[in-house]
């Protein structure tokens, strides 16, 4: 059977500053060299920290900004181009869901008219609305009211409402949860669970949460600046993580535990502009273990049983 | 020592911060009650005396160091001007303390950074420069405000160390803001927990996470994934918080209450023993062993 999800060697840059008539404009890679699976029913988490290209790299997943090079291949087919008829009849298939379920929605439609709006762009009957509210738990009177008379919980309710609307097989999910408060967070995290047991969706859940990827993702990939340097199934990342960055990002997620105190930040610098990233290994001028060779040459991405990392030292610091 | 001040958006823990230091919107008002710097009452002294006590001895950092920023003078001469008003140094002399601050927060280089303006540092540095600004002057009470929650993990991490470090060598008080338990656990040393505008449990925070009393703070802490064993569903608090002009009667928690009765609907709990409420969960049967504090 194939993946549900491939993405081979993506790369996706962007102007920076502005071109003039003796300069060509500076480019950066947002996205560089990125190759993804995703199986069905799977939750693939991918955290990095701002800037590293998460959220460019979920654009590129679902054809909102073509890539440069590499390619998105969906359940077998290669992603067609954006707004082409058979992009949308697939865009039924693959949904977004973001961090700001408020800008998400339109302030002067009414819940339901939102929730309905694929439907009708898709000619599918308005009935699954319903069903798709019961489904995230909003009781039928929400729909006739508006956005700004319900939470944050319940927005981002409305929002997941809508994406499963059209029965989806894959959820991108760009920091679904960070800006809701925890007690709220933990509700929607079951409901994200629940729809997957239920429904088999697979999502693609982009955030810079660990503590709530550890709960939810099967497998979980680590970007920095444009790249994956580390890619793992969920328990062994959170066992021990092989690439310095990945470490860094572990030992430094506050324990919710007073007698698990540590006060031994990661001394690892502030992270560089992503606009202009180092050479060779681009975790160099932060890694406590560089050594000549990280700084001359650009670590491949290679499979350590099961899990890859990009790191020449991988070998050595695991000992 | 650090006192941390924790709660969900809209539970009162900024406007909290703002009243003690001077600086609440021009509608609100603190409308009663006493706050109290070194036993001096600053609600009881006139406007002009409160602020002189303000200056001489609290300061604070917020979320977004870039915004707090002045983008058209450099860092150096904006800690220099802190460092003016609170000691009535000369120019010079303040000058050259603001180069020491810079240095002292952990930037680079401090001599030619100082020369910078804030479009030219990282979200990191703006915030490393607002905590040299803030520490100008020696102030006994350092209040900050989510100071980290807008920065990427591992610099959150080195900004705490910071401060922690700070509050050693300075010997500061710190009121630490946040919604992050993970972050109190870590970095407080008490624990205010604050729900609905008021606090509804106070204690030590090894007490607090190890048997908490109020059924909201156990409600806050068993929602935390990390508390949780992994594929589990995570528990949570039914209910969302009510909104601040439409408080319940009674106990603002008894309607997501699991232990609320009859009297949590009219009676408002006082805060005894360090939390208000009428039904306090007991507390854990063994007595709670406290490990030694790592101070490095």
């Known amino acids: 059977m194939t993946a549900l999800l491939h993405a081979e060697s993506l790369r996706k840059s962007y102007q920076v500053g502005r071109r003039s008539l003796f300069r060509k404009a500076r480019r950066f890679n947002a996205v560089d060299g990125v190759s993804l699976t995703l199986e069905r029913g799977e939750t693939l988490g991918i ?3 701002s800037g590293c290209g998460k959220s460019t790299l979920s654009r590129l997943v679902l054809g ?28 039924r298939r693959v949904q977004l869901i973001y961090q700001d379920a ?9 819940i339901r008219t939102q929730i309905e709006e694929p439907l009708r762009i898709h000619g599918l009957p308005l009935e699954r609305a319903q069903k798709a509210m019961a489904d995230v738990g909003l009781v039928p009177a929400m729909g006739s009211r508006h956005p700004f008379e319900l939470s944050g919980g319940q927005l981002q309710r409305v929002v997941i409402a809508r994406a499963l609307t059209l029965n989806p097989d894959l959820i991108v999910m760009d920091e679904p949860v960070s800006a809701l408060d925890v007690s709220i967070q933990a509700q929607i995290v079951n409901l994200i669970q629940d729809l997957q047991r239920d429904r088999g ?27 994956v340097v580390e890619e793992a199934p969920r328990d062994a990342f959170f066992d021990g993580a092989l690439h310095p960055y990945a470490r860094a990002l ?11 105190r540590s006060r031994a930040a990661p001394r690892i610098g502030d992270p560089p502009n992503p606009a202009a990233p180092p050479p060779a290994c681009r975790f160099h001028p932060r890694c406590p273990f560089a050594t000549d060779v990280c700084r001359a040459e650009r670590p491949a991405l290679r499979d350590f049983g099961g899990r890859r990392a990009a790191c020449h030292r991988v070998e050595e610091l695991s000992q | 020592m650090t006192l941390a001040l924790v709660g969900e958006s809209g539970c009162g823990k900024s406007m909290t911060c703002l009243a003690i230091a001077g600086l609440l919107p021009k509608r609100g008002r603190v409308a009663g009650g006493a706050l109290r710097i070194e036993g001096r009452d600053l609600c009881a002294l006139s406007e002009k005396d409160a602020r002189t006590l303000r200056r001489r001895s609290l300061s604070s950092v917020f979320q977004d160091a870039t915004g707090g920023l002045n983008p058209v003078r450099s860092i150096g001469w904006q800690v220099a001007e802190a460092v003016r008003l609170r000691k009535g140094a000369t120019r010079r002399e303040a000058q050259a303390e603001a180069v020491r601050l810079l240095g002292r927060v952990g930037l680079p280089d401090p001599e030619r950074r100082a020369r910078e303006y804030p479009h030219q540092f990282s979200g990191g540095m703006n915030q490393r420069a607002m905590i040299a600004l803030a520490i100008a002057g020696n102030p006994k009470l350092l209040i900050a405000d989510e100071a980290t929650t807008a920065l990427d993990v591992t610099l959150q991490a080195q900004i705490l160390d910071l401060i922690a470090d700070l509050r050693e060598s300075l ?8 919604h ?32 908490p009393r109020h059924p909201y703070t156990r409600g806050l802490l068993a929602s935390l994934p990390e508390r949780q064993r992994k594929n589990e569903r995570l528990s949570t608090i039914p209910g969302t918080v009510p909104t601040i002009d439409a408080l319940p009667p009674g106990c603002t928690f008894a309607p997501r209450c699991p232990r609320a009765s009859e009297r949590c609907a009219a009676d408002v709990p006082e805060m005894a023993l360090g939390y208000a409420c009428h039904h306090p969960l007991t507390p854990a049967p063994a007595p709670v062993v406290r490990r030694e504090r790592e101070y490095s």
């Not at chain 2, 500061?172 to 803001?177: N, Q, R």
Request: glycine letters at 10%; charged letters at 25%.
């Open chain 2, 171 to 178: 010997g500061m008080g710190v009121i630490f803001v946040t």
């Open chain 1, 102 to 110: 408020a800008g998400a929605l339109d302030p002067r439609q009414t």
């Open chain 1, 47 to 49: 955290v990095g920290e």
């Open chain 2, 180 to 211: 992050d338990l993970g972050l109190v656990a870590q970095n407080a040393d008490r624990v205010a927990v604050m729900y609905a505008g008021r606090v509804v449990e106070r204690a030590d925070v090894a007490d607090l996470f190890a048997a």
């Open chain 1, 64 to 91: 909102l900004s073509p890539c440069d090079e590499g390619g998105v291949v969906f359940d077998g087919t290669p992603l067609p181009g954006q707004d082409t008829e058979a992009w949308r009849r697939l865009r």
């Open chain 1, 201 to 227: 969706l697979a999502y693609l859940f982009v955030t810079h949460d660990l503590s709530v990827l550890r709960h939810v993702s099967d497998r979980v990939a680590v970007m920095y600046l444009g790249e």
């Open chain 1, 250 to 260: 572990l030992e430094a997620v506050p324990v919710p535990d007073p007698a698990r």
